[in-house]
């Protein structure tokens, strides 16, 4: 019987673990977790969501106060266009949490950049080019083009001279959404490295309607495999999304997937950034907690836990200090429905939003508690404390049950 430590992915002359830890912002996926992955041969992924704000709490800088300090003026004003990112402030935040993690790699494996592109941060050409341009001169290994896959992405880091050689993978739920890239991106004469096919038990944002219960990853791994074997495409293929136990993993594994994409087995992990009253609600979650919502102002579907103290929440916007959802013309779906609200019931003391939430403020503050739909088998992947607590897992300890179990098991801990 097969194990994942059976295969190897193969990107470029590297040889890997096949197991990516994937993107989960904001810093759910710490430095921390990126760099067990990567020590242990695999990959693992920091997150560049919210960077300023997830330097200020990494590396105590004050990004998020001055940026509210110089558009503190405009805090009541409804209309947002005028918050802006400096760029200049913008690269350096990133270039910390990008260089300080890769001086502190060990270990065989790689560390990617999960780059969200729905963070459109009110000017989403510039903001995303900042982005990608200082990771990849911090040294970033990889960036893994996510949510809101922008088809130009890779024209936009065409002059860099790393851009032939650092490894450049996308997010896609469909064989479309493929296709559209893969012809968007031709003229730069460059093929991804790697393909994350997302499927519909994901965590995070979904690339799929409310219909997501109507697909299937595996048909949707097949429909792509067949379409680039057709078209003589060797890309390398990784699944993502409900890949729970590693005979899950080796199933794809022998189906033709290069390597598998995980996350939710890592969200109760000691180096997983969400805090430990958090993890213990993901313990808890029984199925009937989970549910696939529209309250992401991204216009994405979003799985969380039920009892996320961001559904129903009525916060004024936060964009003097956050603003990572502004679009192009300086709006966010969160800002409507809060301005909705507010002319709905003007002598209220608390307003409640129940269509969209503050995404930035309630993903900054741990309160909007997205997760994979499997959530609710977590229980059944640690033991208990003498106090009916769960016991978090350290990440090297997932990690190896990924790699090694067979027979569908799941090891726990000592
Ligand atoms: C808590 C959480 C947050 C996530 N955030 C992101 C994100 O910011 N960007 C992204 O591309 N994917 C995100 N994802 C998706 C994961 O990177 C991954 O592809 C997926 O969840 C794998 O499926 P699994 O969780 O069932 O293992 C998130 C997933 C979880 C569980």
Sequence with gaps: MKRVDDF?????????????????GVDISTAELALEAARLGGIGHISDAMVPTVSDRRFNTKYVKNKLRQYKYNVANTEKAVVKFDLGLLAEATALHVGRTMEAKRGDGMIFANCMEKLTMNAPRETLRARLKAALDHGIDGITLAAGLHLGSFALIEDHPRFRDVKLGIIVSSLRALTLFLKKSA????????????????GGHLGFGMDWAAYDLAKIFIEIRE????????????????IFTGSDAVAFM?????????????????????????????????????????????GYPMRMLKNSPAIGAGIRPNCE???????????CQYIEAYNREVALHPHAKKIHVMDKTCLCT?????????????????KDTTRRNDDGSYRLLSAEHIFRD???????????PD
């Design 8 to 24: 190897r992915l193969r990107l470029g002359k590297k040889e890997l673990l096949p197991i990516v830890v994937g993107g989960t």
């Design 187 to 202: 003229r730069t004469g460059r093929l991804p490295d790697y393909v994350v096919i997302e499927g519909p038990l994901a």
């Design 227 to 242: 379409w680039m074997k057709a078209e003589h495409l060797e890309i390398p293929l990784i699944p993502a999304g409900g």
């Design 254 to 298: 022998e189906m033709g997937a290069a390597a598998v994409q995980v996350a939710t087995r890592f969200t109760v992990s000691k180096e997983c950034g969400l805090p430990e009253k958090v993890q213990q609600e993901y313990f808890k979650a029984s199925e009937s907690d989970i549910e696939v919502n529209t309250i992401s102002p991204t």
């Design 321 to 331: 200090a956050f603003g990572y959802l502004l679009d192009s013309n300086g709006s």
């Design 362 to 378: 309630h993903m900054r503050n741990f309160d909007c508690w997205t997760c994979g739909h499997y959530t609710y088998r977590l």
């Design 402 to 412: 990924y790699q090694f179990s067979t027979d569908n098991k799941i090891a726990l």
